[in-house]
């Protein structure tokens, strides 16, 4: 089946500790992007990569990086830095060189108590 | 700064009633426009979309969205809803050749049976 994996579901940590929240694709897609959910609040972009060993931040990247060492791969680490890093995160791909469309990942629910 | 705003927070119909969900965008140039839809406890997915051509899109479950350029807006329709279109609907605009999606807000559909 071809898609977008996060794991974990539901992760939990405590304040000061960093936590990275993995995501896998196997779509073939050079694009790959991290979003953050909170209700009432739509989708945020925190980093994007359209390419392997590249990427940019979006409108909410303090206190959160990233790394693109394979195509597959895009996790996201969650720092200590991030004010309110209780969140829903989600992953997203899709191709480039033209207006697609992203797909998503189900999501990881990080709680940070 | 582009924005993509959603009129309604919540809204709340009863099955068979017709439904329009509001769309603005602030962008004045070239657009690609989506609407996604989260079913509760599922994964974000594409409802429909318009990269050019006829401004009438039609999408899956029935939905179709109209494109007016005069006045920035995409809005979402459904003739008759069922108690399985619970869910929220978040609108997404992508600008010209960038791929960054900026969603709106989102609104929540409840369809009483």
């Known amino acids: 089946d071809g898609g977008i994996t996060q794991s974990p579901k539901y992760l939990f940590r405590k304040e000061g500790q960093n936590v990275t929240l993995s995501c896998e694709q196997n779509l073939n897609h050079d694009a790959m992007y991290w979003y953050r959910q909170d209700p009432g609040q739509g989708l945020r972009l925190i980093y994007y990569s359209q390419i392997v060993n590249d990427f940019q931040k979006g409108d909410i990247a303090e206190g959160y990086s990233v790394s693109r060492e394979k195509k597959e791969s895009f996790p996201l680490t969650v720092t200590s830095a991030q004010k309110n890093p209780t969140a829903f995160y989600l992953c997203?791909?899709?191709?480039?060189?033209?207006?697609?469309?992203?797909?998503f990942g189900p999501g990881t629910r990080l709680t940070v108590t | 700064a582009q924005s993509v705003s959603q009129h309604n927070h919540h809204v709340i119909l009863s099955e068979a009633a017709s439904l329009e969900l509001g769309c603005n965008y602030s962008y004045g140039g070239t657009v690609n426009l989506f609407w996604y839809v989260q079913y509760p406890g599922q994964h974000l997915q594409l409802l429909l979309k318009?990269?050019?051509?006829?401004?009438l899109v039609k999408g899956i479950k029935g939905f179709e969205a109209e494109f007016i350029k005069s006045k920035f807006s995409f809005n979402l329709r459904k003739p008759s809803v069922q108690w399985s279109d619970t869910a929220e609907y978040f609108c997404?605009?992508?600008?010209?050749?960038?791929?960054?999606?900026?969603f709106g807000k989102g609104t929540l559909l409840t369809v009483n049976p």
């Open positions: 997203a791909s899709s191709l480039t060189g033209g207006p697609y469309e992203q797909y």
């Open positions: 997404a605009v992508k600008r010209g050749s960038n791929y960054k999606l900026t």
């Open positions: 318009y990269f050019s051509g006829d401004p």
